[in-house]
């Protein structure tokens, strides 16, 4: 009996039931934030980025998440500052668990490049590989931004994408542009931003969006 009563009072987890209770935040949030700005194509939204800037500008890019390096090619060849730094981190060992964003399962492993490193011909992109837990704190030691400073979190993951907003919160001085991937993965990447910002009282401007439903958002913190 006491089973039975527990079990209505503590139902099992549903990671869809998440999802609606998150998405539904979510809304609330596009309510409050979004301005209108939206584009339908990825590299809509990273030319509109680089060109928020100056031509001239001189930028350091970090990057959360490279798989075969796509990203760190379009920006790299969107700003061609010879000051300019992209820097990419990934074990590009794939997921490290399953990614569970309540609409379904992409499995543990996938986006892999089995360990390799893509290749760049621009001498200013570099990546960095192994877990944000164990490679990001050494980096941000001797780390200091030239020009705008432009983070890209591609983590897919609620606790990578917290882990590494959190970690770069010490670089709120630089007013980074932050873009943010699969934004619309509720208990994923905006769970993640929503904690970092009512956590660190963190204040922003919207910037813009992508995708039909918000697959992308970039933001400025102020």
């Known amino acids: 009996n006491r089973k039975k009563i527990a079990s209505t009072f503590f139902p099992r987890y549903s990671g869809f039931v998440a ?36 031509e001239d500008t001189c930028i350091t890019l970090l990057e959360f998440g490279v798989f075969e390096g796509n990203s760190l090619g379009i920006f790299s060849k969107l700003n061609t500052h010879p000051n300019s730094r992209f820097v990419g981190f990934d074990t590009f060992e794939g997921l490290p668990e399953d990614w569970n964003s309540g609409w379904g399962i992409i499995e543990k492993g996938s986006y892999t490049t089995q360990g390799n490193i893509p290749q ?49 919160n010490k670089l709120r001085e630089f007013k980074p542009l932050i873009l943010m991937d ?41």
């Open 120 to 168: 760049f011909d621009d001498s200013r992109v570099s990546c960095i590989k192994g877990y944000y837990q164990d490679v990001l704190d050494n980096f941000l030691a001797t780390f200091s931004a030239s020009g705008q400073l432009v983070i890209h979190v591609d983590c897919d993951l609620y606790s990578s994408s917290l882990y590494v907003l959190t970690m770069l």
């Open 182 to 222: 699969d934004f619309s993965s509720p208990n994923h990447m905006f769970r993640a931003f929503d904690d970092y910002t009512s956590s660190y009282r963190v204040e922003f401007n919207y910037i813009a969006s992508c995708g039909d439903y918000y697959n992308q958002v970039c933001v400025q913190l102020c």
């Open 19 to 54: 999802a609606m209770n998150m998405n539904a935040k979510m809304r609330q949030w596009l309510d409050q934030y979004d301005n209108g700005c939206k584009f339908k194509a990825t590299k809509e939204i990273y030319k509109y980025v680089a060109s928020t800037l100056p």
